[in-house]
């Protein structure tokens, strides 16, 4: 499987962007994805999840009620929109799926940068 991340690019706060991954090879209709990210010094994090179904989602508290994911099986996509960003939004975000279990695959990243 592999993953290919857009969309990153630099904003500013308030504003707001939408990242795309798009997956080839595998069964992506069967993979439950997700968005994480790394901000400059610190620990990948978990931003986003999505079932395979699209039925089910959850999210980091610090992104709760400002990105949705949603995916498209028809088009193998899984798409971040983020509204209102923060200069802490900043990091380079991953998207990943996990067939089974944990998250086996990951994307190159896509550099989200917010300005003040």
């Known amino acids: 499987v592999q993953l290919q991340a857009s969309g990153g690019g630099l904003v500013q706060a308030g504003d707001s962007l939408r990242l795309s991954c798009a997956a080839s090879?595998?069964?992506?209709?069967?993979?439950?994805m997700g968005w994480f990210r790394q901000a400059p010094g610190k620990e990948r994090e978990f931003v986003a999840h999505?079932?395979?179904?699209?039925?089910?989602?959850s999210y980091a508290d610090s992104v709760k009620g400002r990105f949705t994911i949603s995916r498209d099986n028809a088009k193998n996509t899984v798409d971040l929109r983020m509204n209102n960003l923060k200069p802490e939004d900043t990091a380079v975000y991953y998207c990943?799926?996990?067939?089974?279990?944990?998250?086996?695959?990951w994307g190159q990243g896509t550099l989200v940068t917010v300005s003040s």
């Open positions: 990943a799926a996990a067939p089974v279990g944990d998250y086996a695959y």
């Open positions: 090879g595998g069964t992506f209709s069967s993979y439950a």
């Open positions: 999505i079932a395979w179904s699209g039925t089910m989602t």
